[in-house]
């Protein structure tokens, strides 16, 4: 999404940048590191998330970022990566991301719903996301062991399977970008529900910035036993591909500026305008092809 995002602003405001004369920030990209990371662990705080449906929830947020990200690819950028959990079980990730240079923006916050029940999202008083349907739609991994009995052997065995997979992106021009995955999980969890057993929330990153989520887990079968599922989950709007030993097991399509502005999906993105980013702006960006 950073890249579209960046792409899409540098069209709408080039003209504007001109005439104010802004440069680029003179600080290192380490000061910059610090400044986003700052800047996002106080706009997550201020969202409320809480799980609809059977079995309602209010979500908690993990107070330590798990992952600070950059992406020299798509200029200087630097992002963290947050999430809201249910019985120790992620259930939704934010990547708030900052890009330094000329202003177009102050803040950029992505969500994706991580549940398999629909999320209900609060900044204030307003309600501001609810995504129509769930987040994630679990699959056994194809050939995968039966999950080991100590919690060390599960992660070696979470790590084997997370490699047994590619993630690729494909630009409007046709040309496709080869993801890499971060072979550790950022995010390792046990759940207090009985019918997960263990997980591993792994990316798979340009640069160091997320682009598709993997989560493993040891999850309750029908008739008691445990095996390994995997859920995918998109942090870009472009369309998306993830193999399992070079077997396409789940694609999506671009999303149009519309869509992601709608705040309708599991997937949305967020743009804040200024330092108290009242109001999450860009209504333009969605009337843009």
Request: proline share 8%; charged share 20%; with cysteine.
């Amino acid at each position: 999404m950073r890249r579209n995002v960046v792409l899409l602003l540098v069209g709408l405001c080039a003209s504007a940048s001109a005439q104010t004369g802004e440069s680029p920030s003179a600080t290192t990209e380490s000061d910059r590191a610090i400044e986003a990371s700052k800047i996002a662990a106080a706009a997550v705080a201020e969202y409320r998330f809480s799980r609809e449906g059977e079995q309602p929830a209010l979500l908690v947020l993990e107070p330590k970022s798990l992952l600070q990200w950059s992406n020299p690819v798509a200029g200087s950028i630097h992002g963290s990566v947050f999430i809201w959990t249910e019985k120790g079980r992620p259930e939704m990730v934010a990547t708030p991301y900052k890009l330094f240079g000329p202003r177009f923006f102050h803040l950029g916050l992505e969500f994706h719903s991580l549940s398999t029940s629909p999320i209900r999202a609060e900044r204030g008083e307003a309600v501001v996301w609810t995504p129509t349907k769930p987040g994630l739609s679990f699959a056994p991994v194809p050939g995968a062991p039966t999950p080991a009995e100590s919690p060390s052997a599960r992660l070696r065995q979470m790590r084997d399977l997370a490699q047994q997979f590619s993630a690729r992106g494909v630009k409007e021009s046709g040309i496709p970008l080869h993801f890499r995955l971060l072979t550790q999980p950022i995010h390792r969890y046990a759940s207090t529900d009985p019918s997960v057993r263990d997980g591993g929330l792994f990316a798979f990153v340009e640069g160091t910035d997320p682009e598709v989520l993997l989560l493993i887990e040891a999850r309750r079968r029908e008739g008691g036993a445990f095996g390994w599922d995997y859920a995918i989950a998109r942090l870009n709007s472009m369309a998306l591909h993830v193999e399992h030993r070079g077997r396409e097991v789940w694609s999506t399509p671009s999303m149009p500026w519309e869509i992601v502005f709608g705040h309708a999906e599991p997937y949305t993105l967020f743009l804040f305008e200024n330092d108290d980013a009242n109001s999450p702006g860009f209504s333009a960006l969605a009337e843009k092809p």
